[in-house]
């Protein structure tokens, strides 16, 4: 079994930056993909950044340039690097983990959430 604990969220700025944190435990952490999704209220969850793992990353268009995700596989822990956050960036972000011959929504495992919220 597979448990993922986020930390990280909490209030930004405007232009800011804040970084999550996802603990995996589990032995499958370095061979699955990992993920970072978020969900505004009202919308539906969305795609933020993955990285495969080899290592290469994807980033929705709407964070290209602004965010990063990284991973340590020593550690089991992934990272999402948010800079020049914006207010739109505002939701509960979730990290996931699964394998990359599944599309994201059906990875089996996910963590329960941190709340990041940008002020303008």
């Known amino acids: 079994q597979v448990q993922l604990v986020e930390s990280g969220g909490g209030l930004g700025q405007s232009g800011g930056s804040l970084r999550l944190s996802c603990a995996a435990s589990?032995?499958?952490?370095?061979?699955?993909?990992m993920g970072w999704f978020r969900q505004a209220p009202g919308k539906q969850r969305e795609l933020v950044a993955t990285?495969?793992?080899?290592?290469?990353?994807t980033y929705r268009d709407s964070v290209k340039g602004r965010f990063i995700i990284s991973r340590d596989n020593i550690k089991n822990t992934v990272y999402l690097h948010m800079n020049s956050l914006k207010p739109e960036d505002t939701g509960v972000y979730f990290c996931?983990?699964?394998?990359?011959?599944?599309?994201?929504?059906?990875?089996?495992?996910w963590g329960q959430g941190t709340q990041v919220t940008v002020s303008s």
């Open positions: 990285i495969h793992s080899s290592g290469a990353p």
């Open positions: 996931a983990t699964g394998s990359s011959g599944r599309t994201w929504p059906n990875w089996p495992y």
């Open positions: 589990g032995s499958v952490f370095s061979s699955y993909s």
